[in-house]
């Protein structure tokens, strides 16, 4: 922020101008340089910002696109500085803020506030019925928790959620130490995020993870890029893109706005992109309808077997033959789609639609990129699915420059699964935690997102914890998960920062101050590093330099490793856990290290491989091989019905999207530049025709009411209506303010994860 933070966003102020064409270049150079001074001063600024993302420097929290070997000095991009500056800041909330702000106080704030007060320097507590937090030490605070755990009928009732920038060593202690309690009650933010691209991909070619490097992204011929804005959420993707068309790749991008970046992009990498004219990344941009991408990938799969039927060499025969089931009936079921479904599903034209199909068949190497605009549907896992049907059609899965390329949000988000951040971890991986650490580690499935949210809401769960991220605001249903959130005996948050997940708690709550990625992380055997798994299953080590906001600041490991020691002292635990000094852990995270190793494939020689300046990447048959670890040994394709968003009479679809200012829950100040929004968050993007179709106006003030079946209205007050060039019938506003029209039980079939980027919704005009 260049401002100084002042209580809220006053969208009095909101002013809402052309959106822009080209995205990064000096303006974002500059932009990121504001933020980081204002946060943590020149000093600081220079001592972080040098080494983001550099060899021996720590890893980038803002989002897990790879780095590129060969980096360059500031290897960092605007939304990464902010990232960095965020947790980097100087601004201190201390037990003396919590004297002066009650609870009730803290709930009256918005996210932007609160997240401005800064780094917390000490655990707290809210005891039941009290007004205040007020510090306590930690091991009060251990023992709490191991006291309400040890209390509960059943190790079930409680719920233990992670966001994804929880490092391997944290969230492989982490696991161990849930499991050892006895519960696979371990909800992630991937839940509610790439959960839809691992189900479609597991079932498809046997490995929920993207099947390209970094490489091939530079090696590509066609790249599509479906439901994303990396121009806002994967800056220095666009840097990889602009390096792919210079070597004579194409870029097609599949969404329903014409996303700045994608169009087009001045790279702050180079000199003269800095200052200079932007390069134009798209050759094609298809404006499709929310939801319509199944139909669109059916239509490129029709297109190519056409094409086929003519020529005889656009499928990949051979490759279809060797590796892929399913083939004939895959074929028959496309020539039943009807091409009139797929151009009402996408709201493009056939000739749309085949223009795209020929640059697949003119490409030898595609790759598909995508992130939120795909995974969060009803049918999104049918989706993605068909896009990997597409990719085996040609052969494009296993060989160089093609591949699927979901493009993950957290920075270790991908890291934290492999550790077993998972509720129904495949029995192998079970089986050998139990060897490694000698106890029995539970095997029925446990909760995940909205199934714990639901038991929340039902009184199943007494005890709350999250490592680190915003539940409540990052959830659906914000009123349900409110109440539900209310009804737990305690809630526990292990933070860097303030969140509304700190003001709506359980019956009692705790604060726990956390480390994060910029901070110096000093055991008993000296200066730790930890460990982070990129979007390409490349592993490498993060070492913090700064000096922590406080001393009383703990590790996540440390963090853990105190609950553990606390919780298997007492009965009920000791006779489950699992066999391990967990200070010996704490101490000397090679330990944990040594355990991953044993435990998780791909880790031989974790150490060793660690000290490399890239690190290592993680084995993946299908890209390494061609092997396809299904149940029958080759890639499945998959028969998916065409299906799509109906849109009722006088409604529009509303997707949740994230502006340029914020990094998930966290608001980082009130503008969405790209976007022409300035100062105000409170907008809904509709296209013009809707706009005249529904009887409100460009500028008009409304509420957005979503109807769902189970027939109950959830509303967001007051937004104002801005005229925008988005897919007809589709309208966007940001994330988290919109989240209490998101019903919980409207969740993708195969994956739960909520359809943030699909809720029908009427304009109330106010
Ligand atoms: N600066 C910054 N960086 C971030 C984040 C952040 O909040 N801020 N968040 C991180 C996280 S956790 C994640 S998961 C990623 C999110 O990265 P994105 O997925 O890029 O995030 P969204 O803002 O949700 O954008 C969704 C995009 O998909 C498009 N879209 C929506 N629905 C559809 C559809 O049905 N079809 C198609 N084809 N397109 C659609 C939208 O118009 C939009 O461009 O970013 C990560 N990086
Ligand atoms: N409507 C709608 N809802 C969505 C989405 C959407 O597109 N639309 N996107 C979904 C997606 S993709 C995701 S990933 C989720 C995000 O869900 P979460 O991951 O739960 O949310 P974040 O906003 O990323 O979490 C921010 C908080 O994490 C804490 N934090 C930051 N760094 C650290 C750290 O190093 N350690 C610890 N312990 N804490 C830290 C800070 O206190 C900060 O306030 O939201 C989902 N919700
Ligand atoms: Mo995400």
């Not at 199909?357 to 068909?386: D, K, N």
């Not at 979007?535 to 330099?545: D, K, T, Y």
């Not at 703990?554 to 963090?559: K, Y």
């Not at 409604?651 to 966290?666: A, C, E, F, K």
């Amino acid at each position: 922020m260049s401002r100084a933070p002042r209580s809220g966003i006053d969208e009095s102020e909101l002013e809402v101008v052309e959106p822009e064409v080209t995205s990064v270049g000096l303006p974002a150079v500059t932009h990121a340089m504001q933020v980081a001074l204002t946060q943590m001063g020149p000093v600081r600024t220079a001592q972080t910002l040098l080494r983001v993302n550099q060899k021996h420097g720590f890893d980038c929290p803002g989002c897990a696109w790879p780095d590129p070997e060969h980096r360059s000095p500031a290897e960092f991009c605007e939304n990464g500085a902010k990232a960095v500056a965020e947790e980097a800041t100087t601004r201190l909330v201390t037990p003396e803020f919590f004297a002066r702000h009650s609870l009730a106080d803290l709930a009256r704030q918005d996210d932007f506030w609160l997240g401005q007060q800064g780094r917390i320097t000490h655990p707290m507590v809210f005891d039941d019925g009290a007004t205040h937090y007020r510090p306590i030490t930690w091991d009060d605070a251990f023992t709490l928790i191991a006291d309400e755990l040890e209390a509960l009928d059943s190790p079930d009732q409680a719920v233990f959620y992670t966001s994804g920038r929880t490092s391997n060593e944290a969230a492989f202690s982490y696991q161990l130490m849930v499991r050892g309690y006895g519960t696979n009650n371990l909800p992630d933010c991937s839940n509610m995020c790439h959960e839809s691209s691992g189900a479609a991909l597991t079932a498809s070619i046997g490995v929920g993870k993207g099947s390209v490097s970094l490489q091939d992204i530079y090696d590509a011929k066609l790249i599509v890029v479906a439901g994303q804005n990396p121009g806002t959420n994967h800056p220095r993707m666009l840097g990889a893109l602009a390096k792919a068309k210079r070597r004579g790749a194409r870029v097609v991008s599949v969404n329903p706005l014409p996303e700045a970046g994608l169009i087009e992009f001045k790279d702050p990498q180079s000199p003269l992109g800095l200052a200079g004219r932007g390069e134009k990344l798209s050759d094609l941009h298809l404006p499709i309808r929310l939801g319509g991408d199944l139909g669109l990938f059916l239509g490129i799969a029709k297109h190519l077997l056409e094409r086929d039927e003519e020529s005889s060499e656009v499928l990949d025969r051979d490759f279809l033959e060797r590796y892929c089931d399913g083939l004939e009936p895959y074929l028959a079921h496309l020539r039943t789609v009807p091409w009139d479904e797929i151009r009402t599903a996408t709201g493009l034209t056939e000739a749309q639609v085949r223009e795209l199909g020929e640059e697949f068949v003119r490409s030898p190497a595609t790759i598909v990129c995508w992130a939120m605009g795909l995974t969060q549907h009803e049918h999104a896992v049918a989706m993605i699915a068909e896009i990997a049907n597409v990719l085996l059609l040609q052969g494009n899965i296993g060989r160089p420059g093609a591949g699927v390329c979901p493009v993950r949000g957290h920075s270790n988000v991908q890291g934290d699964r492999t550790m077993g951040i998972f509720e129904r971890m495949p029995e192998r991986f079970h089986d050998r935690l139990d060897a490694e650490f000698g106890f029995a580690s539970p095997r029925d499935h446990g909760y995940d997102t909205v199934q714990a949210i639901r038991a929340m809401r039902d009184g199943k769960v007494g005890v709350f914890m999250a490592m680190g991220g915003n539940f409540l605001r990052a959830t659906p249903d914000t009123d349900v998960t409110e109440a539900a959130t209310r009804r737990c005996r305690l809630t526990v948050q292990v933070s860097t920062k303030l969140n509304r997940s700190h003001v709506v708690t359980g019956r009692r709550a705790l604060i726990l101050p956390a480390l994060g990625r910029t901070d110096a992380d000093v055991q008993a055997s000296g200066p730790q590093r930890v460990s982070v798994e990129d979007s390409m299953s490349a592993v490498h080590a993060s070492v913090g330099r700064l000096t922590p906001p406080s001393p009383h600041v703990r590790s996540e490991v440390a963090i853990v490793a105190g609950i553990a020691q606390q919780l298997f002292a007492r009965e009920k635990a000791a006779t489950r856990g699992p066999v391990l000094d967990w200070a010996a852990l704490q101490g000397d995270y090679r330990l944990i290290r040594r355990h991953i190793e044993a435990v998780v494939d791909g880790f031989e020689d974790y150490e060793s491989r660690l000290d490399q300046p890239t690190g290592f990447v993680l084995p993946h048959p299908p890209r390494d091989s061609r092997s396809f670890p299904t149940p029958s040994g080759r890639a499945q394709l998959q028969v998916n019905q065409l299906t799509y968003p109906a849109l009722p009479e006088g409604r529009v679809l509303l997707q949740t999207l994230r502006s340029h200012d914020q990094y998930n829950t966290t608001i980082y100040g009130d503008s969405d530049r790209y976007r022409g929004i300035h100062h105000g968050r409170r907008v809904v993007l509709v296209n013009p025709l809707d706009i005249e179709r529904l009887g409100v106006a460009d500028g008009q003030v409304v509420d957005l009411v979503s109807e769902w079946r189970d027939g109950v209205e959830r509303r967001a007050e007051r937004f104002r209506v801005v005229a925008y060039p988005t897919a007809v019938g589709c309208a966007a506003a940001y994330y988290p303010e919109t989240n209490v029209l998101v019903p919980l039980d409207s969740v993708a079939k195969g994956s739960n994860t909520p359809t943030s980027k699909s809720v029908v919704v009427r304009l109330e005009p106010r």
